[in-house]
């Protein structure tokens, strides 16, 4: 039964994850290793209101909008070039997130 790990990447920046994101999967192929994506998701668009109290009458700043991009990658097996990507260190601005997940075999009667 192989473990499957997922990367989820999300950033602001949707060069610098697509950056990160290239560089795993080269990373992968050099070692043959068996990898699943990058599948993109929708970007995600914010929206963070802002107040403004400097003078006397308040009013508000315009809200501040933003736009998250999201890359999962999967890998099948190969638990040590999990291990090293996930230690490794990330430019600012990009967040990753792991999860691991043993999947049976199909027919393999457990």
Request: net charge negative.
């Amino acid at each position: 039964m192989p473990f499957v790990t997922t990367l989820t990447l999300t950033s602001g920046d949707r060069h610098r994850l697509d950056d990160v994101v290239a560089d795993i999967k080269d990373r992968a192929e050099r070692k043959g290793v068996e990898l699943k994506g990058p599948h993109p998701k929708q970007p995600t668009e914010l929206r963070v209101p802002q107040s403004k109290t400097l003078g006397p009458d308040g009013g508000r700043f315009e809200p501040w909008n933003y736009t998250v991009y999201t890359r999962t990658i999967e890998i099948v097996g190969y638990e040590d070039f999990a291990r090293d990507v996930t230690e490794d260190s990330f430019p600012p601005g990009v967040h990753v997130e792991a999860g691991i997940e043993q999947r049976t075999q199909v027919g393999s009667g457990s």
